[in-house]
């Protein structure tokens, strides 16, 4: 991640741009991937010396407002959930499965942005051990980016928006990459970059504890006594 993040601005933004086609055509057909992550994309260095992407893992696509019954087989990478997935996989009863649709995929890649951009997640209250859990409780997530056209990061922070419906959809995300230049990138005003998922419940509650910084592998379950995090009325032990 580290290296991609070093490459020069044009080549990071073709990156970018053949990730978001890959999954435009996946959304086309009305699939969500569902479990978007770095490990699931693959980056190969042409003879030319540009970047190819390659979507691979299809273990927990669905199709849009179909997941797949929850099992412990099917969760995917919290470092990476939606926060409706998240209230979802918890059987909190404030998101039904017809609200899991491609803007999920959406919330997990604008992730994955920030990390090929500046090689790390993207920057939020650290009361909060994932972002989904963040944006739940209202916090704002950062890019953290410097030397990175201000619509870039505008596009992104509206990617990681708690609101379903104030994602852009990802071919959307597609055609304003492709209007990306060395200085700017042509951009809508940028939306909120937090804010409570609108929906019937209660939403995820603090941890008590300040975490660290995620990390983007898949985290641990322990079984002995761990600290723990609230999403909805399930505990979710921290990773070690």
């Given amino acids: ?6 490459l020069p601005l044009e080549k990071k933004v073709l990156i970018l741009k053949t990730v978001a086609h890959s999954l435009d055509i996946l959304h086309g057909l009305g699939i969500v991937h569902g479990d978007l992550k770095p490990d699931n994309i693959l980056i190969k260095q042409t003879a030319e010396d540009y970047y190819t992407a390659k979507l691979i893992d299809f273990d927990n696509s669905y199709f849009s407002g179909k997941p797949p019954a929850i099992s412990e087989e099917v969760v995917g990478d919290m470092v990476y959930y939606s926060p409706e997935l998240a209230l979802y996989i918890q059987k909190s009863g404030t998101v039904s499965a017809a609200s899991l649709q491609t803007k999920s995929d959406v919330f997990a890649l604008g992730l994955i942005y920030c990390q090929y951009l500046t090689g790390s997640l993207p920057v939020f209250n650290r009361k909060y051990q994932y972002a ?10 950062e890019t953290g980016m410097s030397g990175v056209p201000p619509g870039l990061a505008n596009l992104l922070c509206e990617m990681m928006s708690a609101e379903p419906e104030k994602r852009p959809p990802v071919k959307e995300v597609f055609n304003r990459l492709k209007s990306v230049k060395a200085d700017e990138i042509a951009a809508k ?36 006594s761990k600290p723990t995090s609230r999403l909805g009325g399930t505990l979710i032990k921290k990773r070690s």
Avoid at 132 to 139: D, F, K, M, P, R
Avoid at 199 to 223: F, N, R, Y
């Fill in 189 to 224: 005003p940028a939306a909120a970059t937090g804010g409570r998922l609108k929906i019937s419940g209660s939403l995820m509650k603090k941890s008590k504890d300040a975490a660290t910084t995620p990390k983007p592998e898949t985290p641990k379950v322990e079984s002995e």
């Fill in 1 to 6: 991640m580290k290296n991609i993040s070093a």
């Fill in 132 to 141: 989904c859990e963040a944006g739940l409780n209202g916090e704002k997530l």
